[in-house]
């Protein structure tokens, strides 16, 4: 039985030619939280998502997968965002009500595809300073532990290298020492 994408309008199905195009097909979570938020994603009107619904890797966002692995896996909490929705399913959006709020809205780059900002920017003004010294000091220390836990990973990754770079040396110099290569090799 062939299995085919649960997105409104998608037409993939899974076989030999979506492989190749790099099209993965993922089940939907069995956590019904997350479950829940894939079909509100999905809106549409009745769907019940069983065991065998599955939704093509072309609804998620590159930042969603592990492609550690030989497996192309979702990370936990992705949620599908990247569908082609018919105008009596897009979600309307409100209208900049002043003149200031529209030029701001006109200067920030967008995500074509998604009509939000782009992750990189943050989510607050960086120029601005949190409305109390309590936030502020909160904000502070947040950042100077994530130093600190860098810092570390820095420190542990040099260790790595020279206890790394020491096994060899050890190791070069037992295989001198029984001849088993020479000064070329």
Known sequence: MPDFCAAY?????????????????????????RRRQWK????????????????????????????????????AGAVPTIFNFPVHLQRPVAPRSTTTSRRAGENLPMDP????????IAPDHQYAFPSSPKALKAKLDAAMATVRKLQREKSNALARVRRAKKNMKALLEELKAKNL?????
């Open 9 to 33: 309008g998608c037409t993939n199905a899974r076989s030999l030619q979506t492989r190749t195009h790099g099209i993965t097909f993922h089940e939907f979570p069995k956590c019904s939280e």
């Open 40 to 75: 509100r994603a999905l809106r549409r009107d009745g769907f019940v998502a069983n065991d065998r619904s599955l939704l093509c890797s072309e609804h998620f966002s590159n930042e969603d997968f592990d492609r550690t692995g030989q497996t192309v896996r979702l990370k």
């Open 113 to 120: 595809q998604q009509d939000q900002p782009p992750p990189d």
């Open 181 to 185: 290569i020479n000064e070329e090799l």
